[in-house]
Each structure stands twice: as structure tokens, then as C-alpha cells.
């Protein structure tokens, strides 16, 4: 998929046409019922995630003080991290119409279930959303181990940095087993700060709960030494499953600069890539590799977001907006080979025929 370049002039859509364009598209979608609630499919998720939970508490247990825990350790790290992507669709209000109960399901399944805080998740993910690989204004374009950008590369010195820096795509993959490890700190970071978190009280509570209670339960069934290692090989898999599943999203998609304007259906398709591979996909991404019927309408439940891709790829390819689908591994070479690139001092990693156009008026 080509990319945007990181130095152009102020540039900026027909906002009237395009405007009308997504309207089109919003009421085709709207009138298949695609944005209908879904109550069926998700009461049987909200049901099945605390009893799945809880017999795996139990499994864990009854096994006991051995080292067959670290296959356990898998099974909470994978079932922790469905949640979160039910979690994910509530806080998206796909789950019901009334805010506040979308609100409290989040808040139950990240904080209670997961050790994720709601509010430090929404604060990032809502700007995302807002602005999709746009530089200075996306938040998962701007990491503290990864340089995404150009700019973020001429800011790292030292020797030892740009040696990082030209390997970062060997180091991607293992950095996010230290993601949900992560995840957990910059949740309690952000409840204990002075920045505003509704339901601060509540929030506090659950994540007290769930990590001071899961620590220990832990270490009261095992040892010291296989609780250890059960502790790095369920947050190492959790981040890394969290990881794998949202970086094929946007990470090597065109960037925007600061001082572009993309209309709302050019600026979400554009910057997102779907996944292709079936049903098994479907359900092992959590739905996110749907990810420009995401973007496009955050609310879709989860299981319209299959139906709706044929007719919004359909609709993008007639409006000449350019729709990006690969198979999985193929994300994974495409991520990591821009970020090599990136790493090694290109600025114009891609080539966008929007932009050229416009620079050549």
C-alpha cells in the first residue's frame, strides 16, 4: 500500500463531495441493519467470559504447585486477552444502546477481568480513532522503544541507538512480549495521576482486585520459582497475543502529516489495512481485521463487520478510494520491513499517488 510523505504543503480534500460520499455509504449500511445491536451473540460472550474464567481459576487450583501451570499460563493468556476484545466492542458501544451500560461492561471485563484501566484506554484510543497515523495526533505512532516516523528517528542519537534503530524490525516481535506488562503499568499510572478519569473510584477498586488478587492467588498455590515463570510466560503471551492482533492494523500504512486534512472516509480507509483469512481470523483477531469497517463505524457489532467489507469495498473501489486487505503473515512482513526502513533514515518510505497529485497543481 503506498504511504503519504512526511514533508508536503498544507493540502486539503473537497470536503463537500466527500462529505456526501460517506453519507451515502453510512445509509447503505445502515439500511442492510447492519448496525442493529446484536444482543444474542454478545450476552452469550458476557456470559461464557467469567465462566470460562472461573473454571480456568479452578483448573489452576486443582493442578497445583508443578510446573504443568505454564500450560495454564497459555490458556489465561489467550482467554485474558478475548476478553479484552470484548471489552474492546463494549467501549466501542457495539454491545448496547445505553452508554452508561457499555461504560460499566468495560469496565467490569478491563479493569475486573483483564487488569486493563477503561479510562486510560479510552483517553489513547479515542484520539487514535480521531486520527489515524497522523503525526502528532495518534498516540500508537508514537512509542517510547519504536521509532514509526522519520522525525522520531532524527530526534534518537548516540551510536548505540542507531544501531537499534537500523534493527528495530528484528526487535519488533520480541518487544511485545513486555507489552502486557506494559499494559498493567500504564493502567495504574493513569488512575493514580491528577488527570480527570470517570468512575475513578470504581476503576481503582477492580484493578486492586484483579492484580492484587491474581498475584495472589498465584503465589499462594506455587512456588516462588514457577510462579515466576508462569507470571513471565502468561503477561509475555498476553502482551505479545494483544501485540500481534491490533499491530497489522496501520503500523507500515501511510502516514499524515501534521498539516494535512483527509475527509472522514478517505482519512479511515486509507490508513487502515484488513486482514484477510476466514472465520478463524475473525475470531482469533477479536473482529479488529475488519479493520476499515471499524474504523468507519465504531459501533458496528462485531459479527456485521464480516457482512458489511464486500459492499465498503465494493463502494471504495467505485469512489476511487483506495481499499488494502493481505493475508496475516504477509501484515507481519510488511510492518516489519517498514520499520527497518524507517529505522535505517528513509523519509519517503512510501510513494502516494494523493499526495503527488496534489503537488503536481
Wanted: proline content about 6%; overall charge positive; charged content about 15%.
Amino acid at each position: 500500500m503506498p504511504g503519504i510523505r512526511s514533508t508536503i504543503p498544507t493540502a486539503r480534500t473537497d470536503d463537500r463531495p466527500a462529505a456526501s460520499e460517506f453519507t451515502e455509504l453510512s445509509k447503505m449500511i445502515r439500511d442492510r441493519g447492519l448496525l442493529a445491536r446484536r444482543y444474542g451473540y454478545y450476552w452469550t460472550k458476557l456470559v461464557a467470559a467469567p465462566v470460562l474464567l472461573g473454571g480456568l481459576v479452578v483448573l489452576f487450583i486443582f493442578v497445583g504447585n508443578t510446573w504443568w501451570q505454564l500450560f495454564t499460563a497459555v490458556g489465561f493468556a489467550i482467554l485474558f486477552t478475548q476478553i479484552a476484545f470484548l471489552g474492546h466492542d463494549a467501549a466501542h458501544r457495539q454491545i448496547f444502546v445505553s452508554g452508561r451500560w457499555n461504560d460499566w461492561i468495560s469496565l467490569v471485563l478491563g479493569d475486573l477481568l483483564v487488569g486493563m484501566s477503561y479510562g486510560w484506554w479510552q483517553h489513547k484510543h479515542t484520539r487514535h480513532h480521531a486520527n489515524p497515523n497522523k503525526e502528532g495526533a495518534d498516540p500508537d505512532i508514537d512509542l517510547p522503544v519504536l521509532s514509526l516516523t522519520h522525525d522520531q528517528v532524527q530526534q534518537r542519537r548516540g551510536p548505540l541507538t542507531q544501531w537499534l534503530l537500523a534493527h528495530q524490525g528484528v526487535f519488533f516481535f520480541p518487544i511485545l512480549l513486555l507489552e502486557g506488562l506494559s499494559l498493567h503499568a500504564s493502567s495504574v499510572r493513569r488512575v493514580s495521576m491528577r488527570a480527570h478519569v470517570d468512575r475513578r473510584p470504581a476503576e481503582i477498586a477492580f484493578l486492586v482486585l484483579r492484580l492484587g488478587g491474581y498475584l495472589t492467588l498465584v503465589f499462594l498455590v506455587l512456588s516462588p520459582g514457577i510462579a515466576a515463570v508462569f507470571l513471565a510466560v502468561q503477561l509475555g503471551l498476553f502482551g505479545f497475543y494483544m501485540g500481534v492482533s491490533f499491530a497489522p492494523n496501520h503500523k507500515g500504512m501511510p502516514l499524515v502529516p501534521r498539516n494535512m486534512r483527509l475527509d472522514f472516509l478517505r482519512r479511515q480507509v486509507m490508513m487502515s489495512r484488513n486482514i484477510r483469512g476466514g472465520r478463524f481470523v475473525d475470531v482469533l483477531m477479536g473482529g479488529l481485521n475488519y479493520q476499515i469497517e471499524h474504523h468507519l463505524f465504531p459501533s458496528m457489532p462485531r459479527p456485521e463487520l464480516r457482512r458489511a467489507a464486500p459492499l465498503i469495498e465494493e463502494f471504495c473501489r467505485a469512489h476511487g478510494v483506495p481499499y488494502t486487505q493481505t493475508t496475516l503473515f504477509a501484515s507481519y512482513a510488511i510492518v516489519v520491513r517498514y520499520i527497518n526502513r524507517v529505522g535505517l533514515g528513509e523519509r519517503d518510505v512510501f510513494a502516494c499517488p494523493l499526495v503527488e497529485a496534489r503537488q503536481s497543481i
